[in-house]
């Protein structure tokens, strides 16, 4: 049995095509769909139960971000593996049953993630490390411009065309063990919106699990499109989550002051030129959020 978790906010233009591409592609294992929407605005809940009678779904009538209406799921999801899903993303070939026969022919592997792709086809850059003071030292001084190389934290090297173990796939399609997630306790909702997927994935590996990445497995993913928030939030939700990630794992490390200061004033400059540039709308920002 899998569960397929969902989770909805203002995502009418996109819900029914994701759903659509589960039920065509997942044939093969028993699953369930539980959704929770978290007070869209728009007609999200009713395209989903006019064309999905079968998904259940869980309405939440205030936003209750995204960690906690993750959980929600979680708490009555009846699989032994469970798929975080975004609502912006299409299946193909099968990606599903892929992640659940990797998975189920791995115990020592807690979490799967598969290859994602742009809606152009290309492959988007989805693994990354988890975040040290060290790796990001060069992102946050600048001296990965004078290297002349981006970041290891952002893994430019990864080789997409292997199946290989990875620290920190996104989060928008990942499959865990369902009593994984649970013994963790779901995702932590001191990261309401960004980092919450880092933060599991450190969890897991703290739990002596792998991560892995799939090649085999496909989706599209229209990314930053199921995060619609005003820039300048999505900016503050950023920064502080990275700001909370660092002193708690890193507490009595020597830079985290620096880390914070210098993560502040990237967050107020960058707030800042959004209202100078009247970008502060209601559209999706490709952060770190998938």
């Known amino acids: ?18 759903l659509k591409s589960i039920y065509e592609n997942t044939n093969s294992i028993p699953y369930e769909i539980i959704l929770v929407d978290n007070h869209s605005q728009d007609n999200t809940v009713g395209v989903v139960k006019r064309e999905f009678p079968d998904v259940r779904v869980i309405r939440n009538y205030e936003n209750k971000n995204f960690a906690y209406a993750t959980n929600q799921a979680i708490k009555l999801a009846k699989g032994i593996f469970i798929m975080l899903l975004n609502p912006d993303t299409v299946l193909k070939n099968n990606t599903i049953e892929k992640l659940y026969s990797f998975l189920d022919e791995r115990p020592d592997v807690g979490a799967v993630a598969p290859k994602l792709l742009n809606p152009d086809g290309s492959v988007q850059q989805s693994c990354r490390e988890l975040p040290t003071p060290f790796n990001l030292f060069t992102e946050i001084t600048g001296l990965s411009l004078i290297t002349g190389r981006t970041s290891k934290w952002k893994l430019p090297q990864f080789n997409y065309e ?11 399609a990942f499959l865990i063990r369902g009593d994984l997630i649970r013994k963790i306790g779901g995702l932590d909702v001191k990261y309401p919106l960004y980092m919450n997927d880092i933060e599991l994935c450190y969890q897991i590996k703290e739990k002596g699990f792998k991560i892995y990445y799939l090649k085999d497995g496909e989706i599209y993913h229209t990314r930053g499109s199921s995060t619609r928030l005003e820039k300048s939030k999505s900016i503050l939700y950023w920064h502080f989550g990275m700001i909370r990630y660092l002193k708690e794992h890193y507490p009595r490390h020597p830079v985290i002051p620096f880390y914070t200061i210098i993560l502040l004033c990237g967050m107020f400059y960058r707030t800042l030129l959004c209202k100078i540039k009247d970008l502060s709308k209601k559209q999706p920002l490709g952060l770190y959020a998938y």
């Open 1 to 18: 049995m899998l569960s397929i978790v969902i989770v909805t906010y203002n995502s009418e233009d996109n819900i029914g095509e994701c």
């Open 162 to 172: 292997k199946t290989q173990e990875i620290d920190q796939p996104s989060a928008s």
